[in-house]
């Protein structure tokens, strides 16, 4: 089965784009849209290579199925009922995921495994009304101030998180695990030059690339409250907002860490102000699959003819929620087989594909549809 998305995340802030989003426009051997690489671009290959197949020689070389949704950028709430109540229709051997990438333009990666996800909304409401700051300031709690300090006990100052019980069921990383993604080179300028940062920051005692792959995190994606427009507006807000997520790694549950932060919120609630936390209907169950799968086995062989080089064994970082979703109800192990790269600013204005990934997803689709029907 072959699985793909074709939603989005928004593509706010609009004016940042050079082009519009949903107009795709090519530019010096690249494809410029919002999703053109997660999903859409990704997701096309697929489809035209079992086109072409079909087209040029009136049958596919193996029996395949398509599962393509719109709802894996808020975490596939309404897949898991779908899959449960369709298993025979669904049934298969393996996977196909076009959701993932390449390690870069000359460089193959296969993937190990991707990491979980939980996520919670704070809202914190303090008076009824904004409140003029010279009259009321220092005698009413802010409820801005009020949700800093929550988010600040979230972590210590060297980037581990602080909320009771979140590493508890953390799988502990062998040496085999780290010696293997250790192989994978790692050029720290080249790193920092993808994110635009001075510095690299983490969990103290584990590499970036582990940090990125194999270990969990806590971030705040969002906050807003009090004015937000130019200039000065003397006010103390009414209300205040943040939205977390957190990447989970294997044997975290997205159920129980979101209730963890949800009980921590609430413990450590400053006075004076009313202090929501509700979880978030997304969620995902982090999944590994063995190294030495006979998918990955094809799918490394196939990449290596293209590439004319072995492809890293990678843990990727990002979520992809049918991963786990396939293995629980269908027993069947997904095999990311994607042509973006990370770095084509997926979610971010001024998302891209490279044309050259898009000719080897094609030439990759149709020598591992034949290997598989072999």
Sequence with gaps: MVYGHFDTQPVDPVHLWDSPPFEPAIREGRIYARGVSDDKGNMFIPIIVAEAMLKTGGSLPLNLKFL???????????LPDFISANKKLLACDMVLSSDGAQWAEEQPMTVLGTRGLAAVFIDVRGPDHDLHSGTYGGTIANPIHALVHILDTMHDRDGKITVDGFYDDVRHLTDEVRAKFAEVPYDEAQYLRETGSSLTFGEPGYTTYERAGLRPTLEINGMHGGFQGDGLK????ATAHAKISCRLVADQDPEKIADLLVKHIRRIAPQGVEVTATKSRSGAIPYLIPPDHAGLEAASSVLRRIYGKDPYQVYMG??????ALFLEYLKAYTIVFAFGHLDERQHSPNEFFRVSGYEKGQKGYGLLFQRLGQ
């Design 68 to 78: 393509f949704e719109g709802q894996e950028e808020i975490g596939s709430p309404q």
């Design 234 to 237: 003397t006010v103390l807000p």
């Design 318 to 323: 990002g979520s992809i929620p049918t991963n």
